[in-house]
């Protein structure tokens, strides 16, 4: 062999070695990166634990803190609302009633025809559109003249031909799902805007009157006889198809929920007398806070950037509105620390730009390939052909953010079924043997595209129920699903607080008089809760009033001097 040969020889090993030693370099560095990537799955997984220990302390917190909300004002980041409803529907409504739904994405109008008998809705018409974006910033006069001319178009459509005009004013539910100071069943201020709602001149608007007048202006004769939120409207259609219906849970959009308190509980409303001696209390749950709450960098970081920074911490772990965000933010520090997504998209900068139903169809494909994966990645983050180990990779995160939320909603509920000493424990101050609380059916209203449409999510939410409150007690409790609780359960109210209901005919007197100064001249008696029924004169210093028998509610009654049941 020449030289020349040689030479060749050593220069080729050469370059092999270099090339090999890339590659390897390559191949190391690679596998560095991935299981840097791997690292934040497994940070991801430790940060979201939700063992059945951490579940019973946000149980416990979520008791303690219905009774520091119960107690006073501003007690607890939990409002605690009080919502006037203090009787549910018992089966005994009768006729149309409307209903309009507002709270979310969609807003609807409502028609119900009651037939007389419990879980006896004869007709039932809906019409659904959704708020057009400019709306939800706009001015309150423009966002309920939208309202009313879909209504009314709506009713002329729904009563064209079909039956004379009504001789009387139709009465309409109104379900208002933003948190409502309510100064009586059918008035209500607004406190703040949830949801991406953001029309600054309607806080601390009384919502009904800007929608009656809007009612007006559009000409339709139609009162609103019953203001409520979705929680109390699900509750509401719950207990109609079923007397045991105590509390109910909305998981959609934004979560929430409501439950029937004794009136005496309800501490920071001293004297609070109702005929039923319950009132349904809006607890705006969303709002929850723990320091038992698993929380990650990803929802620290969400919750800065939001409109809304320290408000509603318990719904951006759980609700449609954000769980797809915190999936999108994990997927951007993934991509961050490995090129595993190709050179990093830019869509998957943009905030809310993977939604809920699509974490969920990622979450739920069963293909082998995992093809609704690679689709959702490629259409809607523009992140092109990925391996099935990312494509897996992804599927494990929207599984980690989808189970810690299911599983502390389930806690919120066990939270509520303590609270009412429903959870098997003896209540929250304990004391009462398990074997001496007598299992009592116990059913919860539950609607909200979350729970109805993730399959997983509801799967999970059922264990994590079961892990908490034990196989013997989880049989008594029953989550029954309420589709469109919202607007119908808004309808059944506004029949059983309809003026013209047989039920509401009984009447009471109430005399009160007090000075001028102490009289809320805007609302002259919604010290009284009087709802719609005020037939009695009143002058500035001496008030009479007639107020239904079945929904008494005296907020204050030092001012009260007698009450009796005789008719004026
Ligand atoms: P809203 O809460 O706006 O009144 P819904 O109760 O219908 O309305 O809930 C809609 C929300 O539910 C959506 O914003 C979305 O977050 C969630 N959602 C709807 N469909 C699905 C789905 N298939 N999988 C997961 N989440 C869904
Ligand atoms: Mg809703």
Redo the contacts with the bound molecule.
Sequence with gaps: MGKLAVGVAVGVAVVACAVAGVVVGRRVRSRRKWTRVVGVLKELEEACETPVGRLRQVVDAMAVEMHAGLASEGGSKLKMLLTFVDHLPTGSEIGTYYALDL????FRVLRVQLGGKRSSILSQDVERQPIPQHLMTSTSEDLFDFIASTLKQFVEKEESGSEPSPVRTRELGFTFSFPVKQLSIRSGILIKWTKGFAIEDMVGKEVVELLEAALVRSGLDMRAVVLVNDTAGTLALGRYHDADTVAAVII???TNACYLERADAIIKCQGLLTTSGCMVVNMEWGNFWSSHLPRTSYDIDLDLESPNPNDQGFEKMIS??YLGDIVRRVILRMSQEMDIFGPVSSRLSIPFILQ??SV?AMHEDDSPELREVAKILRETLEIPEVSLKVRKLVVRVCDVVTHRAARLAAAGIVGILKKIGRDGSGGITGGRSKSDVKMRRTVVAI????YT??TIFREYLHEALNEILGEDMAQHVILKVTEDGSGIGGALLAASYSSYSVDNSQHLVVMASFNDHQAPHHHPLSWVGANSAIHGPFCPRHYLAVIDFTTTTILHKEYVIAITSDKP
């Design positions: 709270g979310g994405t969609n959609g959009t934004g449609g509105m809920t139903p969920a609607e909200g595209g979350l449409r993730y």
